[in-house]
């Protein structure tokens, strides 16, 4: 059976209350446009990771992304995610984030390509609001003009 | 996570039982990441609808589930902040 993680996020909620999962207005569906080997793919992660010379994420609220080139050098990448849950991903961000992991499906070709540039935002908000409303919109014209058939979000 | 994502439906969501914040599997190994990743991927053409979860039977540590207990302090120490 897989492990529970609700129970555990009610058990830690403290005065604040319960951190409670929120479901999409609506959730979108678009026909896959062809075979993988012919789609170019982007990932989202929502580990918070941004280049070091990028803006901090203000706050775990932060409904911003950040926008990290496919090549940039892992060791070089940062995160203001204060999560506990998951500190392997600051030794190997490619756990979260597998940049590296995609360009080697791309190189055998099982999928047709991967974008130039991928993109971050921080898990866990909740602005559930701002995300439906404005972060997603904007990844949603970030994803067309980096010409991505397919986004893989990550959560973290 | 699967509970989490039962709840919050997506166009397509594969679901894989790993610790949470490693999704893709163990820190250093590149090889499962991209067979996670390949797998992952390959699920792509089985959804026939939105609101559906398909499980990968990739496992952690065999039929070890010591792990839970590690996501279970981990994500204790963060509530308590």
Same mark, same amino acid.
Do not use: K
């Given at each position: 059976?897989?492990?529970?993680?609700?129970?555990?996020?009610?058990?830690?909620?403290?005065?604040? *209350?319960?951190?409670?999962?929120?479901?999409?207005?609506?959730?979108?569906?678009?026909?896959?446009?062809?075979?993988? /080997?012919?789609?170019?793919? /982007?990932?989202?992660?929502?580990?918070?990771?941004?280049?070091?010379?990028?803006?901090?994420?203000?706050?775990? &609220?932060?409904?911003?992304?950040?926008?990290?080139?496919?090549?940039?050098?892992?060791?070089?990448?940062?995160?203001? %995610?204060?999560?506990?849950?998951?500190?392997?991903?600051? %030794?190997?961000?490619?756990?979260?984030?597998?940049?590296?992991?995609?360009?080697?499906?791309?190189?055998?070709?099982?999928?047709?390509?991967?974008?130039?540039?991928?993109?971050?935002?921080?898990?866990?908000? #909740? $602005?559930? $609001?701002?995300?439906?409303?404005?972060? *997603?919109?904007?990844?949603?014209?970030?994803?067309?003009?980096?010409?991505?058939?397919?986004?893989?979000?990550?959560?973290? | 996570?699967?509970?989490?994502?039962?709840?919050?439906?997506?166009?397509? /969501?594969?679901?894989?039982?790993?610790?949470?914040?490693?999704?893709?599997?163990?820190?250093?190994?590149?090889?499962?990441?991209?067979?996670?990743?390949?797998?992952?991927? /390959?699920?792509? #053409?089985?959804?026939? *609808?939105?609101? &559906?979860? $398909?499980?990968?039977? %990739? &496992?952690?540590?065999?039929?070890? $589930?010591?792990?839970?207990?590690?996501? &279970?302090?981990?994500?204790?120490?963060?509530?308590?902040?």
């Amino acid at each position: 059976m897989p492990f529970e993680y609700l129970p555990i996020l009610t058990a830690n909620s403290g005065p604040r *209350g319960p951190r409670l999962p929120v479901s999409p207005s609506r959730t979108a569906w678009t026909p896959v446009p062809g075979p993988l /080997a012919s789609l170019r793919v /982007a990932l989202l992660s929502s580990s918070g990771v941004r280049l070091p010379d990028q803006p901090p994420y203000e706050s775990p &609220q932060d409904t911003g992304y950040r926008v990290i080139p496919a090549d940039a050098p892992a060791a070089g990448l940062v995160t203001d %995610h204060r999560s506990t849950a998951g500190t392997d991903a600051r %030794h190997d961000w490619e756990i979260v984030f597998p940049r590296a992991a995609l360009a080697a499906l791309v190189a055998e070709g099982f999928v047709g390509g991967a974008t130039p540039v991928h993109f971050t935002f921080m898990g866990g908000t #909740p $602005r559930h $609001r701002e995300v439906e409303e404005e972060l *997603g919109p904007a990844l949603a014209g970030e994803l067309r003009r980096a010409g991505a058939d397919l986004a893989v979000i990550i959560p973290y | 996570m699967r509970d989490i994502m039962e709840r919050t439906p997506a166009p397509r /969501a594969v679901f894989i039982d790993f610790p949470v914040g490693r999704t893709f599997g163990r820190r250093g190994d590149p090889d499962q990441q991209r067979r996670t990743l390949r797998d992952a991927l /390959a699920e792509l #053409p089985h959804f026939t *609808g939105p609101n &559906q979860i $398909r499980d990968l039977p %990739h &496992q952690w540590a065999s039929a070890d $589930r010591s792990w839970e207990q590690m996501v &279970q302090d981990e994500m204790t120490s963060y509530g308590r902040r």
